[in-house]
């Protein structure tokens, strides 16, 4: 039967301390003025590439290296550090939103009886990220929901939508929009009475995550249910055209708006009897207005009306809360994962970030799963981020303080693994900003020194990567790789992440003479990297995993 006991590696001792550092939006790409990382002075990560090939390599952090659906879908932090965690390639859920629509099971599932069950008197709600961008919601996925659901008996629908500009270019709402305008318009001439009700940028309305401030969530719930924001539009498109307009203000940071009809009254506020459906798939900034949505018991803020809805997630965005308890389309089953493994064989672990990546190196590392496998074993420390700052104004973020407290960890020697997310590569690319960004990779790099510092005195093991590229390339680009101009001569800056790989290294004087990165994984992807932490944890890893990068070679 199923045993959670590894076996032994034959050759790696047990018992070392090892450090796993996260780069957050840290690939490898040319050096030019745009890769940030190269303009930077980041003395420790270039001294780890020397190490190449033999303890410094790249592994694939995008597309179907990470279950994405192609291999034009950019990496993110959800599906890399679910594979950096489990150790294996799920499809996710990008990937099995489209096998659900494509094969019309999603309208046969539970999720969408329960909502179809308002469709004769009360409204369906749609609320969602309105973009390309693939990380969090499709807008093509959302099309097709409209249609489906009109056929398969929506009467009435309303759709509020968070806009992006951090996972696509920025100004590319105001197309999105008007795309989702006019198939409206379709379902209108079919008798389908559908419209935006609300909106605002995704960075200010609804999409907080890890409880990093419920006020943009408080935003949201006021726009989207009770149908009162600040401001006030006849319609979307003319909304988002004139809030950019605003000093600061982009698709990311918006304010929050409600369309009103010709009286001045919101035209879809959420009321009992209502159908509710949060049409991102990917789960971090989607929990917090789920738990608004769903609990009966709740004080995070003043709901002020808590409606009788049936409410539905695309998917299940959290698997220990089961929350929410309707849903689509069923999230990827990622099971015994790396650190259950690890916990039951006896390893303690350390895991740390500050607030806006907390989650990513605790819940998406574990599978979608909040809390602990066993608290005796794990202790994971958040570092509260600053709040109401763009991050291109602090772009060291928390970074000492991470590095600070997994030095603390190491040299404690309480922990055999000490595991930190360091959040700056990707938190100032997405705003955009070159300049910030480049004092941001300073700022890792220098937590990285930290920890290999504390490494060094525990004689200990490093093993140092990344989730996904953002800061290494800042420029939007044409096929042939030159960087892309807008209309008035000013290159098109990339605040999303991006498809290259990511560095992988690993070192330190606990780790063994004759380790080395095998040569027969070049496809090696960042579900490669769970198997060779447990290898240097002493343990073999479950055959079901992939492959380790790591080869011992006797002397
Ligand atoms: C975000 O949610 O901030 C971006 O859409 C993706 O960034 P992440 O995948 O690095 O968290
Ligand atoms: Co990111």
Redesign the pocket.
């Known amino acids: 039967g199923f045993s959670w006991k590894l076996a032994d590696h034959p050759k790696l001792p047990k018992g070392k301390i090892v450090a796993v550092v996260v780069l957050?939006?840290w690939g490898e790409a040319n050096p030019n003025q745009y890769n940030c990382i190269h303009v930077a002075d980041t003395p420790t990560m270039d001294s780890l590439k020397q190490g190449a090939p033999e303890k410094w390599r790249l592994v694939r952090a995008h597309g179907t290296a990470v279950g994405l659906p192609t291999d034009d879908d950019m990496g993110?932090?959800?599906v890399g550090h679910n594979a950096l965690g489990a150790g294996r390639i799920y499809a996710q859920g990008a990937k099995l939103v489209d096998l659900a629509i494509a094969s019309g099971k999603i309208y046969e599932g539970e999720g969408f009886k329960y909502i179809k069950e308002c469709f004769e008197t009360g409204t369906l709600h749609l609320i969602g990220l309105l973009s390309d961008g693939g990380?969090?919601s499709r807008l093509d996925q959302l099309q097709l929901l409209l249609k489906g659901s009109s056929e398969h008996g929506a009467k009435r629908i309303r759709v509020h939508v968070l806009t992006d500009g951090?996972?696509v270019l920025d100004g590319t709402s105001v197309g999105f929009i008007e795309t989702l305008e006019n198939d409206l318009s379709k379902l209108r001439e079919k008798g389908v009475d559908a419209q935006i009700a609300s909106g605002g940028g995704r960075m200010y309305v609804t999409m907080d995550r890890y409880e990093n401030d419920w006020d943009v969530v408080k935003c949201g719930w006021d726009a989207h249910v009770l149908g009162e924001a600040p401001y006030k539009f006849r319609s979307a498109v003319e909304a988002v055209k004139k809030l950019r307009e605003l000093p600061n203000a982009n698709d990311q940071y918006l304010p929050p708006f409600v369309i009103v009809d010709e009286n001045g009254k919101a035209v879809g506020p959420i009321v009992d009897g209502d159908a509710v459906v949060t049409f991102n798939f990917r789960a971090d900034?989607m929990v917090m207005i789920a738990k608004a949505l769903e609990y009966e018991d709740f004080d995070k803020f003043d709901r002020v009306r808590f409606p009788k809805i049936h409410y539905a997630g695309m998917l299940q965005y959290d698997g220990e809360l089961k929350l929410p308890s309707h849903y689509l389309v069923s999230p990827p089953e990622i099971e015994r994962t790396s650190g259950e493994y690890l916990v039951h064989n006896g390893i303690r672990t350390f895991a740390c970030s500050e607030t806006v990546k907390f989650g990513h190196v605790t819940f998406f590392w574990n599978g979608n799963r909040s809390g602990y496998f066993n608290p005796e074993m794990e202790e994971y420390v958040e570092i509260p981020s600053d709040i109401g700052i763009t991050f291109n104004v602090q772009p060291k973020m928390k970074a000492f303080e991470i590095a600070e407290k997994a030095r603390d960890a190491i040299l404690s020697r309480k922990f055999h693994q000490v595991r930190v997310n360091l959040p700056n590569g990707?938190m100032v690319g997405?705003t955009g900003d070159i300049e910030a960004t480049i004092v941001a990779c300073k700022a890792a790099d220098d937590a990285v020194k930290m920890i290999l510092d504390a490494i060094e005195q525990v004689g200990g093991i490093y093993v140092i990567t990344a989730d996904?590229g953002n800061a290494e390339d800042m420029v939007k680009r044409n096929k042939k790789g030159e960087p892309l101009l807008d209309k008035n001569g000013n290159i098109q800056i990339l605040t999303s992440?991006t498809v290259h790989p990511v560095p992988i290294a690993i070192g330190g004087p606990g780790l063994a003479a004759g380790v080395r990165f095998r040569k027969d994984v070049p496809e090696g992807g960042l579900a490669n990297v769970a198997a060779t932490v447990m290898n240097l944890h002493g343990f073999e890893a479950p055959s079901d995993y992939e492959p380790t990068l790591i080869e011992f070679i006797d002397n």
Do not use: A
Request: zero cysteines; charged letters at 45%; proline letters at 0%.
């Open positions: 957050d939006g993110n932090s959800e990380v969090h951090r996972d900034r990707d997405h996904h992440h």
